[in-house]
């Protein structure tokens, strides 16, 4: 997918290090030179990826992000990515499609159209239960997938980091870090100097 | 880690008998291998003859129903009093199947037995499909089945509402929740393999594909760590769920007053029963299918030592659902109930129940035996005799307790018609046309979370 835009990046030439595209100095010349996304370390396996993450982590750095095959549970907390609102939407989806499921048919069988079934009350409350459970376990299965989608901005069909060399690998058998450009403690030389110290296979500039 | 000898993959005391998976596989060679059945490996002669039988059986239930449309229900063997015959005989059957998958994929996730990772996604499309198949019988047995949408509660001009005390229509929102859920469960859950595909397909017209289904999925930790979430919670949601589904199943016979239906114990019984037939279907499945695509490294001994020994304790609570079945008819006094069960034994349809409890009571005792569960042509066999019992068990419970009611004088006798037939096979072709294309165009088995059991999976700190 990604493969179009490598082949752009390697005809530009190797990555100069000694001279980096720093995102303040260059929006004069936007159109010369793509802007900084960060940068890109790349890892052979989960444990130096989790290793490097949490060193990134410790020098001081925040907005950083990891890339792995299959979920790493110590990674997102190596990021100090600990938390999400997920349980709480789908818990709301579920109240939601609970109340709705029963008060639906409360409105319907006593308010808007009362039948007589063999003198039974018109709020037969326990028969209404098992769509009451059915409309909550539908609303909040929603919740959960719509929610997880929004909450992880997708779909979303272009990102930078489809740019950096061997990203295809990513969903096969390779790690990644990235410290992200906009980190409020981010320095090029120093992020690079960083990562390389880190047991990483290869280190590259991310452009968006 | 990559310089130190790899640990052998342990997991307990369990792990005695057979590895999850092969020791021997890694990240690449996992990817490689499920994604190739997909994208690189030529489609073998078996699967083009085995579309083609399945689609021409799906042609006999388009036929089926074209007429069905045209002439009505009389093109079955339905009749007052039996009314129910094999539409509801086969979407009980068909649902039931369906189970195996969600209680593979959700209750065994929460259970944490990661042996389940490997037949979680194929069970899983088999629930998918075998719903379908279970959702068109009692939209066609409506009679008007273009009018199939009335069962829904919208606002309209006839100013009519359904009827919510009635299990039926408990069964409508229960089915319905049923199939989007698991549909959902199905796609978060190969939304990362997607993924994968994208970045390994050669043609364009897959990468789009791909692409697109994948949505942008780029393996971020932030992203990973919401979608466990949301998976584990949609494992919370789909566990009930199943439950429930089943259970409101058998309240369509346990909530009427027909002697042999008007039974607490169905809702139990009912679940145990589902879950049988259902790991019996992905027995009868798996065995071929690891054979055909060499998947032995990833569906192991372990797994068809486990599916049986799932097999055998459901098939003891079915057996033990007849046992209070007969129980219930005998210390009930009542005498209608009474002469159901006596009925059943030994009424014309005598013959159905004495096979039933061979097929389904008799023949997994056999499971007990190691050498039976180690050999897969005998599992296989047992598989295929356990989804004939079932289907046996619902004529029986459906058929039966219809047949003769109250009065003599509205006694009948059921005989299913040729269209019946036609519509139950095609129904098995329509089910089969969707696994082979699952099959071939999707990963049959998840490749992320076969990621997450590998031995280097595991991070050392």
Redesign the interface.
């Known amino acids: ?1 990604a493969e179009d835009e490598n082949d752009k990046l390697r005809r530009v030439g190797p990555l100069d290090y000694n001279h980096p595209v720093s995102p303040s100095a260059h929006s004069h010349a936007r159109h010369h030179h793509p802007t900084l996304y960060g940068v890109m370390a790349e890892f ?5 990826l ?2 490097a ?1 949490r060193h990134t982590y410790q020098a001081g750095y925040r907005r950083i ?12 907390e190596a ?1 100090g ?2 938390h ?1 609102s ?2 709480l939407i ?1 818990f709301i989806g579920g109240v939601v499609g609970g109340l709705g499921g029963f008060f ?2 409360y409105w ?2 006593v308010i ?2 009362p ?1 007589n ?1 063999g003198g ?1 009350p018109y709020n ?1 409350w326990p ?2 239960i ?2 009451t ?3 909550t ?2 609303v ?3 919740a ?2 719509l ?3 929004m ?2 901005k ?6 930078p ?2 740019n950096a060399p061997d ?7 390779r790690f990644f870090l990235v410290v992200e450009a906009n980190d409020p403690k981010y320095e090029h030389d120093a992020v690079v100097a960083l990562l390389k110290s880190l047991d990483a296979s290869e280190v590259s500039d991310v452009e968006n | ?2 310089d130190e000898p790899q640990k052998p993959y342990t997991e307990g005391p369990m792990h005695t008998t057979a590895p999850v998976i092969d020791p021997g596989l ?3 060679s996992v ?2 291998k499920i994604g190739s059945i997909v994208l690189k490996r030529k489609t073998p002669l078996g699967w083009f003859i085995g579309f083609v039988i399945s689609f021409a059986l799906f042609q006999l239930m388009l036929l089926t129903i074209t007429n069905l449309v045209f002439v009505g229900i009389g093109l079955w063997g339905v009749n007052i009093p039996v009314a129910w015959g094999m539409d509801i005989l086969n979407f009980v059957w068909w649902i039931g199947i369906g189970h195996a998958g969600t209680l593979i994929s959700a209750i065994l996730l929460l259970l944490r037995q990661t042996w389940r990772t490997s037949i979680n996604r194929f069970a899983e499309a088999m629930t998918l499909f075998a719903v379908a198949q279970a959702g068109m019988y009692p939209i066609f047995h409506l009679g008007r089945p273009w009018l199939a949408y009335w069962l829904f ?1 919208y606002p309209n001009t006839m ?7 009635s ?1 039926l ?2 069964d409508v ?2 089915v319905s ?1 049923y199939a ?2 698991s549909a ?2 199905w ?2 859950g190969l939304i ?1 393999d997607f ?2 595909l ?3 397909a050669r043609s364009k017209p897959f ?1 789009i594909v791909y ?1 697109m289904l994948a ?16 998976y584990l ?2 494992a919370g ?2 566990t ?2 199943v439950l ?1 589904v089943h259970t ?1 199943v058998s ?1 369509d016979f346990a909530v009427g007053i027909i002697p042999g239906w008007h039974a607490t114990i169905f809702p139990p019984y009912f679940v145990a029963g589902a879950i049988y037939a259902g790991f019996a279907m992905v027995l009868f499945l798996t065995i071929p299918l690891r054979k055909v695509y060499g998947l032995e490294g990833f569906i192991t001994m372990r797994h068809m030592h486990n599916m049986a020994k799932v097999m055998l304790a459901t098939g003891l609570i079915v057996g033990y659902g007849y046992m209070v079945e007969a129980f219930f008819g005998w210390y009930s006094g009542n005498k209608y109930e009474r002469y159901v069960i006596w009925n059943r034994m030994h009424g014309p349809y005598a013959s159905y129940y004495w096979t039933l409890i061979l097929c389904n009571i008799i023949t997994p005792q056999f499971l007990w035996i190691k050498k039976v569960r180690d050999n897969l042509l005998v599992l296989w066999l047992i598989s295929i005799v356990v989804s004939i019992g079932m289907w046996l068990e619902r004529f029986v419970i459906v058929v039966t307790s219809l047949h003769r009611d109250f009065l003599p004088s509205s006694w009948g006798m059921y005989q299913p018609s040729q269209w019946d037939w036609t519509m139950f096979i095609g129904t098995i072709g329509f089910f089969f046309t969707l696994l082979f294309l699952f099959i071939r165009f999707l990963p049959m088995i998840s490749i ?2 076969m ?2 059991i590998l031995p ?6």
């Open positions: 997918m052979a396996n989960p444990s130096d989790v290793a993450a992000n990891g890339y792995s095959p299959y979920p790493i549970e110590e990674l997102s990021i990515f600990t999400t997920l349980p789908v639906m048919q319907i069988e808007n159209y039948i079934v039974k037969s028969a209404f098992p769509i459970f059915e409309c376990v539908l909040a299965a929603f959960a997938v929610g997880m989608l909450l992880n997708l779909p979303q069909p272009y990102h980091v489809f990203f295809a690998l990513a969903t096969r058998d | 880690m990559a890694t990240f690449a990817t490689d509660p100013g009519i509402w359904p009827q919510f005390r299990p229509m408990w929102f229960a929740t989007t859920v959902m469960f796609f978060v990362p993924a994968t994208r970045d390994r990468q692409g949505m942008g999925w780029r393996g971020s930790a932030r992203h990973w760590h919401r979608y466990e979430m949301a919670l949609l949601l789909a009930p769920l429930s409101i309240f992320f979370e990621r997450t280097e999976a595991e991070v050392e700190e």
